[in-house]
């Protein structure tokens, strides 16, 4: 199983971009996929994400509103499109899947078997 973020860059204040995550190594049908982030000497925190189903997504309270988490089951990708950027946006971002898990995990890093190498994000103010 094998996750690649890629879409990080420098971006300025107010502006968007959009991360593409791509997995392989089986079908990601049936897991649930998330986005947590990094920021230089903090924790890593939880951003968004998505049911296996897309039905239902999650979002962190510093990016509701912003950041829209989404999927494609065919193409075994998903994607955070961030708008309205700030620099407390700025962090490595990292994507993650695990075989469904309970609501109440979603948001939790440990809920996750796999992750991405991640991708930065700068956002210059």
């Known amino acids: 199983v094998q996750l690649q973020a890629s879409g990080g860059g420098l971006v300025q204040a107010g502006g968007s971009l959009r991360l593409s995550c791509a997995a392989s190594g089986r079908t990601f049908r049936d897991w649930d996929m998330a986005w947590f982030r990094q920021a230089p000497g903090k924790g890593r925190e939880f951003a968004a994400a998505?049911?296996?189903?897309?039905?239902?997504?999650l979002y962190a309270d510093s990016v509701k509103g912003r950041f829209t988490i989404s999927r494609d089951n065919a193409k075994n990708m998903v994607y955070l499109q961030m708008n309205s950027l700030n620099a407390d946006d700025t962090a490595v971002y990292y994507c993650?899947?695990?075989?469904?898990?309970?609501?109440?995990?979603?948001?939790?890093?440990?809920?996750?078997?796999?992750w991405g190498q991640g991708t930065q994000l700068t956002v210059s103010s």
């Open positions: 993650a899947t695990t075989r469904r898990v309970a609501y109440s995990g979603l948001a939790v890093s440990s809920s996750y078997d796999y």
């Open positions: 998505i049911r296996w189903s897309g039905g239902t997504t």
